[in-house]
T-cell receptor
Framework: SQQGEEDPQALSIQEGENATMNCSYKTSINNLQWYRQNSGRGLVHLILIRSNEREKHSGRLRVTLDTSKKSSSLLITASRAADTASYFCATDAENTGFQKLVFGTGTRLLVSP | DADVTQTPRNRITKTGKRIMLECSQTKGHDRMYWYRQDPGLGLRLIYYSFDVKDINKGEISDGYSVSRQAQAKFSLSLESAIPNQTALYFC??????????FGPGTRLTVL
């Protein structure tokens, strides 16, 4: 079963606007990661946030993590048409003894020029 | 050169055929994974391996088998392909509690 659920499933915005995607998960985690996937292609790692971190930045990306609510958000600021892609959160659950990423269902982002 | 490579990149086959998807990595990672992606369902774990002597089933291993021929090679087999195994397949590697590197994917169509 999927560990993470992303919200919204699809998001359509204009260039320059901010895009926020949310991820909820079910079990305690070691870390949570966000990936990007251009249509039908491989996944590209964007950012990793550990369970003891609350916020992390990378360029135009900002990720927050609330372990009490078992949720994370990804904010893309000043979006560009090139940001159009699907975005997935993935969790590395605690106490698995082995890193197994469990993926959410993804958010499809469309950024229009 | 890509760190994680998959062959073939695209494959069309018929129901009942045996198919092997291959994955090679130059990252020196011990951990390797096979994931399957279906539209709207994200990625689901098929099998994973800690080293050449360690093979573990993921959440959707039925109908699949794997072989870890060497640290750098991890192949996925469909013994008798069926149409609902049509999907995008990803190999991935990891060095532990950190980043996972994905291959470019294999698009498999079973007619």
């Amino acid at each position: 079963s999927q560990q993470g659920e992303e919200d919204p499933q699809a998001l359509s915005i204009q260039e320059g606007e901010n895009a926020t995607m949310n991820c909820s998960y079910k079990t305690s985690i070691n870390n949570l990661q966000w990936y990007r996937q251009n249509s039908g292609r491989g996944l590209v790692h964007l950012i990793l946030i550990r369970s003891n971190e609350r916020e992390k930045h990378s360029g135009r990306l900002r990720v927050t993590l609330d372990t009490s609510k078992k949720s994370s958000s990804l904010l893309i600021t000043a979006s560009r048409a090139a940001d159009t892609a699907s975005y997935f959160c993935a969790t590395d659950a605690e106490n698995t003894g082995f890193q197994k990423l469990v993926f959410g269902t993804g958010t499809r982002l469309l950024v229009s020029p | 050169d890509a760190d994680v490579t998959q062959t073939p990149r695209n494959r069309i086959t018929k129901t009942g055929k045996r198919i092997m998807l291959e994955c090679s990595q130059t990252k020196g990672h011990d951990r390797m994974y096979w994931y399957r992606q279906d539209p709207g369902l994200g990625l689901r774990l098929i099998y994973y391996s800690f080293d050449v002597k360690d093979i573990n089933k993921g959440e959707i291993s039925d109908g699949y088998s794997v072989s870890r021929q060497a640290q750098a090679k991890f192949s996925l087999s469909l013994e008798s392909a069926i149409p609902n195994q049509t999907a995008l397949y990803f190999c991935a590697t990891s060095n532990g509690p950190g980043l996972v590197s994905f291959g470019p994917g294999t698009r498999l169509t079973v007619l």
